[in-house]
């Protein structure tokens, strides 16, 4: 009698806290992030990622099938415990010395997920035991099973099946076919390993046991399983297939908390090209296998941007899957690909293209900066001093119109990084990102007007109203004329001077190289007003090891070129 009482109380007890079917439904409503392609394509989603709520009743039955037949096939007969489901689960683990099959019910699972943990003990197992029989009492069998659909994990980041239909069939699971929710189905034994993410084959051999599971409970017909599974395996691999863009979804995931708090579901608009960033990884990753074992390029980063700044490919890695670092985002020295900032100050300074400099030994306290080919020209223009990438003529140039206002130049037109204020800066001796230093040229390229690199165009709740929208700014950095001087001499570093191998472009490339000491660093930044394109190319090792004499008018002019030629 005193047990009675005693698992009475403790009934009352938890029924007393149980809050009603709506409140357990919107549960599942928590912030989640999706971001989509310039086209519109789905791009990524972001941390744990809910969808809709879906009643069974808005569910093709297949979909619930499908789960209650490899997860609780008497789940519409029991009352929350199944006898013979718990007996069966005790003699198979007996039989093989060790917890091969679970008896819980999908009731018993829902009373876990809501209330409890996944701590193993009597303790949580009796709790367990009592609330599914509650849960029973308070609420229809449909509606349990729409909590449980509602709230399981399925891999991915996703929770629920309509968050699992969207993450891996791009669609509400109100539209799912029998194998693709069989597919789903069967994640629930293990929703990390078996993921089509992970292993497309793993997840197509556990679709295959649902449906079997689906024709013993007499769900469907052994016809009906044979052709959903002729018909819908090719397209797990595709799932598997690595999305491009892994590096710029992870910047923008970062950036977004900075534009709009994340407390709602967002649909983020984005700036990338999907076709043009396949292009460019592909690119990269051909011409570090082609070039990178002899000249020893470990790695490698590419940017593509509009000229008025929007980030149309961005690249940080020759393999996302063997490495999250994202390399346009590292800070390395850019050697000259920092010098149109000097001569750009000398311009606003009076100076002219045309103007002469000394191209002779000079001596700076300990300091003796020498040309990359160690020889002296006298005086020359400025055109030639940049096209020819010439080290004394620009540390010449930066003296005269200070380093200070060098540094200034730099960061108006949108390098971040701190400078150190000594002269060696002016051959490219601080640190950059090549994001940044992109965007900088990209001002140059759009006439003076800042063209600071973004990659969000709207941000959405999943609603459809518009949280935000954003307008690139235009401001005028530089003046149109200083800007088309540049842009003239630049296009001689091309023409005649240390990136001859860029010139296949055609006549609208401008760029400049750069290389650091001991071939750590090489680098190739400009645009083509044909393609109205602007990229920025790094090459190196993660590790800071010098590569076997490249510079940046070798390897990575010519990628740049290849990247600018569709």
């Not at 009352?79 to 679970?102: H, K, W």
Request: cysteine-free.
């Amino acid at each position: 009698m005193w047990g009675s009482v005693a698992v009475g109380a403790v009934v009352a007890f938890y029924a007393l806290q149980l809050p009603p079917i709506g409140a357990l439904m919107d549960e599942t409503r928590r912030p989640g992030i999706t971001l989509l392609a310039r086209d519109g394509s789905l791009l990524a989603t972001g941390g744990e990622f809910y969808a809709m709520p879906r009643a069974v009743r808005e569910l093709p039955p297949h979909v619930w099938q499908a789960v209650v037949a490899i997860e609780d096939r008497r789940f519409f007969s029991h009352f929350g415990i199944d006898p013979i489901g718990l007996v069966r689960a005790v003699m198979v683990n007996l039989t093989e010395g060790r917890s091969a099959q679970g008896g819980s019910t999908l009731t018993q699972q829902v009373a876990k997920n809501v209330f409890l943990t996944n701590e193993k003990s009597l303790k949580r197992k009796v709790q367990e035991a009592l609330l599914a029989l509650w849960l029973e009492r308070r609420y229809s069998k449909d509606q349990i099973l729409g909590i449980y659909l509602n709230r399981v994990y399925l891999g991915g980041g996703a929770w629920g099946i309509d968050a699992a239909s969207q993450r891996y069939f791009g669609k509400p699971a109100t539209q799912l076919s029998l194998y693709e929710a069989a597919a789903i189905a069967g994640l629930l034994r293990a929703p990390t390993r078996l993921t089509p993410i992970r292993d497309p084959a793993a997840t197509a051999g556990r679709a295959q046991v649902v449906l079997e599971a689906m024709v013993r409970a007499n769900f469907i017909p052994e016809a009906a399983a044979t052709a959903a599974i002729a018909s819908g395996a090719p397209m797990l691999g595709q799932i598997a297939a690595p999305r491009p863009g892994r590096h710029f979804a992870d910047w923008v995931m970062e950036e977004l908390g900075n534009i709009v708090p994340i407390d709602r579901d967002l649909v983020v608009q984005t700036t990338l090209d999907p076709a043009l960033q396949r292009q460019t990884e592909e690119k990269l990753a051909a011409m570090l296998a082609q070039e990178g074992g002899e000249r020893k390029i470990g790695e490698g980063a590419a940017v593509i941007l509009d000229p008025d700044g929007a980030i149309r490919a961005m690249v940080g890695g020759r393999d996302y899957r063997r490495s999250q670092f994202n390399r346009a985002l590292a800070p390395r020295q850019p050697g000259s690909s920092f010098k149109p900032f000097v001569f750009l100050a000398a311009l606003e300074a009076g100076w002219t293209a045309e103007s002469r400099v000394e191209d002779s030994p000079v001596r700076i306290g300990a300091w003796t900066p020498e040309n990359y080919d160690r020889r002296f020209r006298g005086a020359v223009s400025l055109s030639q001093a940049l096209a020819e990438s010439l080290n004394i003529p620009t540390v010449r140039l930066a003296q005269d119109v200070g380093i200070k206002r060098v540094i200034s130049v730099a960061h108006r037109l949108g390098i971040r990084a701190k400078l150190p204020t000594n002269l060696a800066v002016a051959l490219g001796a601080g640190e950059v990102n090549l994001l940044d230093l992109t965007g900088a040229y990209a001002t140059l390229a759009n006439g003076g007007k800042a063209a600071w690199p973004y990659g969000i165009l709207a941000i959405r709740d999943r609603a459809g109203a518009l949280l935000w929208q954003g307008e690139p700014l235009g401001d005028a950095l530089v003046a149109p004329a200083l800007a088309e001087s540049m842009r003239d001499m630049l296009r001689g570093v091309i023409t005649h001077g240390t990136g001859k191998a860029a010139g296949v472009v055609g006549p609208g490339a401008v760029g400049k190289s750069g290389t650091t000491s001991d071939y750590r660093d090489a680098w190739f930044v400009g645009w083509d007003s044909a393609q109205a394109r602007v990229a920025g190319v790094w090459l190196g090792n993660d590790d800071n090891s010098p590569m076997a004499r490249v510079t940046g008018g070798d390897v990575p002019a010519k990628l740049w070129a290849w990247l600018m030629l569709d």
